[in-house]
């Protein structure tokens, strides 16, 4: 028996060669649109990905398929995850109040450390294999993860964070945005109950606080404060700290998780915020960026990192607070889309820390 191709189904359709990869997106005939049987086997034969959406035209399908599975030279990220993870360990273990140093820690120095290493990966890793994944799913060439190691005594955390390359374009809203908002989902999953946590067993401290930021990091003979934010106000409410308190290294992992999603669901440029807000409201996005890249300038007054950041947007936007076109923008996000959009905005409030880090003189 000869199978018909799945385009058969269709009443319009377009069909579009992207290098090694095909899109094909068409409006379903109405007697198959839920579908029949013989839709059904043909989608069952692409080979590829598929997904549906209703619109104001109909029932919309859109199938995409590659020729091939990218190459990955996962050396590569294997490599930088372990050297970002060693970095990161000696990070810890300076926040434990153990002295850094240049020279080759010992394993005692590396086992107190684990206890901020190891859940900060936690963080990054699930942030950054969120969006892998779902890029993946729609068949989006993107690379693994990058991590990128950084010697604590040139940067407290270890890391300069992660990231991931998407290597082809994005077709539609739909793609962007569940690309855009796995990340902060999947990181924030991660970070709540490591927080939580760290919260719980830090203590109080008899030291007055600054304004919009009562957490401490006490390091050999100085104090670095870190923000407040309201969903911070909740969980140290939930835990029931009071005052000042000194962050375990823990609790500083869960800390640095809700400041990088912070900084990630900002809607400049090609950060998260940037893909869902440009998939939530289109060509809208680039007055939005500019607003609250306008924004970054005054509270820079609390925290002059925001004005690193501004910079640091226009850099990856090459210049512009814009996100780039889609192939197909017109098609806008479906009701429950457009809920989570709206609840990524609110987590960027909620995690929003002005005064993010302080250093007395």
């Not at 319009?12 to 290098?19: A, K, S, V």
């Not at 109080?204 to 003979?221: E, F, K, N, R, S």
């Not at 990630?264 to 680039?286: E, K």
């Not at 990856?316 to 098609?331: S, T, V």
């Amino acid at each position: 028996m000869n199978e018909l191709p799945v385009t058969t189904y269709f009443t319009h359709w377009r069909e579009l060669p992207l290098g090694d990869r095909e899109i094909i997106e068409g409006y379903v005939d109405p007697e198959h649109a839920e579908p029949s049987p013989v839709l059904a086997r043909a989608i069952e034969r692409w080979p590829g990905a598929h997904y549906w959406d209703n619109t104001p035209g109909g029932r919309t399908l859109v199938l995409v398929a590659e020729d091939r599975a990218p190459r990955e030279r996962w050396w590569v990220h294997a490599l930088l995850f372990v050297l970002t993870l060693l970095s990161m360990t000696v990070a810890g273990a300076t926040f434990a109040g153990m002295p850094s140093s240049w020279t080759l820690p010992s394993w005692d120095f590396l086992r107190v450390g684990l206890g901020f290493s190891i859940p900060l990966a936690a963080i990054l890793a699930a942030h950054e294999s969120g969006h892998y994944l779902v890029a993946r799913k729609y068949r989006v060439n993107a690379s693994p993860p990058y991590f990128l190691p950084l010697p604590p005594q040139l940067g407290l955390l270890g890391t300069l964070g992660a990231f991931i390359r998407l290597r082809s374009p994005v077709y539609d809203r739909r793609t962007l945005f569940d690309i855009g908002v796995a990340g902060p989902f999947a990181g924030m999953l991660v970070a709540l109950p490591i927080l939580l946590f760290g919260l719980a067993h830090s203590g109080t401290v008899a030291l007055g606080g600054m304004p919009l930021a009562h957490q401490v990091v006490v390091i050999d003979d100085w104090q670095l404060f870190l923000g407040d934010s309201l969903l911070l106000s909740l969980c140290r409410a939930i835990v029931g700290a009071h005052g000042t308190i000194a962050l375990t290294p823990l609790a500083i992992a869960g800390w640095t998780g809700l400041f990088v999603t912070t900084l990630n669901l900002l809607p400049l440029a090609q950060l998260d915020g940037g893909h869902i807000t440009y998939a939530l409201f289109g060509d809208a996005q680039p007055w939005i960026a500019r607003f609250f890249w306008l924004l970054l300038i005054p509270i820079g007054r609390l925290w002059p990192g925001w004005w690193m950041w501004a910079v640091l947007a226009l850099v990856i936007g090459r210049g512009r607070l814009a996100h780039p076109m889609l192939i197909a923008p017109e098609r806008p996000l479906d009701a429950k889309r457009r809920a989570l959009a709206w609840v990524a905005i609110a987590l960027l409030f909620v995690t929003f820390a002005p005064a993010a880090i302080f250093i007395p003189a």
